[in-house]
């Protein structure tokens, strides 16, 4: 398996793992200043940009793998992790199964996935119905969409970067079939929650369930913002996880 991944800064390693339909490039507003802090590694997940493609459908598991392989590659034991939506799946995964890997681990806009957890927003569902376009999409992933310049950055990225269906497919598969909610109770990393209360990808109500099942987590919400909060407040962001990192 190929794995394309990069790495800026110095300190610390921080591993950033991105979520469903979105390459290396999504951590753009925030990268840079954490490089100035940290050892940012981040990468493609299998499935998207310069990493490969192998047939679907995957698992959360398969790709925490993914990750792991990329900690390897680059020669590093413990690294902080952050995950963000489908990447905050993989994240916990990668928490659970090797934690001695994991100094810290951040968790945003994501779910614990199984039964407890709360369904994905009706928002989002009707555009899955309606085979919106994928500017619906971003817009919605920034709702409330108030920022013209936000959808037409990451519009371009996407576009530039689009995935095969069958590709979005078998990634989607891995958030579909995740369920960590049973396990998470072993989880050993501190870890840091975050969400924007106006999220309707996926239910803001997830947040409060995962410090309810991680022995040592704590909540941050993100007021007004949407799925993508770091793109709406990406200086809070970066001073946040200065803070809890450090």
């Known amino acids: 398996m190929r794995i394309a991944w990069e790495r800026r800064g110095e300190g610390q390693s921080l591993l950033l793992i991105q979520g469903l339909g979105y390459g290396r490039w999504g951590w753009e507003p925030v ?6 802090s940290f050892d940012v590694l981040d990468f493609d997940n299998r499935g998207i940009g310069e990493s490969d493609v192998p047939a679907g459908p995957y698992t959360a598991a398969q790709m925490a793998a993914d990750a792991l392989q990329v900690l390897d ?6 690294a902080h992790v952050i995950g963000t939506s489908l990447g905050g799946m993989i994240a916990q995964e990668l928490a659970l199964a090797q934690p001695e890997r994991v100094r810290k681990l951040v968790l945003a806009c994501t779910t614990s996935g ?8 009706q928002p989002t569902l009707d555009l899955l119905l309606a085979r919106a376009t994928l500017r619906e999409y971003v817009e919605n992933a920034l709702h409330p969409a108030d920022r013209p310049d936000l959808v037409e950055r990451i519009l371009e990225h996407r576009e530039r970067t689009a995935q095969r ?10 958030g579909a079939g995740f369920d960590a909610s049973d396990r998470l109770g072993g989880l050993a990393a501190p870890t840091l929650v975050q969400h924007g209360d106006a999220d309707v990808v996926v239910d803001p109500r997830n947040g409060g369930l995962l410090v309810d099942l991680i022995p040592d987590a704590r909540l941050s919400v993100y007021e007004g913002c949407g799925h993508l909060f770091f793109w709406q407040e990406p200086d809070r962001f970066v001073r946040e ?4 990192l450090r």
């Open 165 to 174: 269906y069958d590709a979005w497919a078998a990634q989607a598969a891995a």
């Open 73 to 78: 590659e680059a020669g590093v034991e413990q």
């Open 114 to 121: 199984g039964p407890r957890a709360f369904p994905m927003p």
């Open 241 to 244: 996880l200065e803070g809890f």
């Open 31 to 36: 990268l840079d200043r954490l490089a100035q």
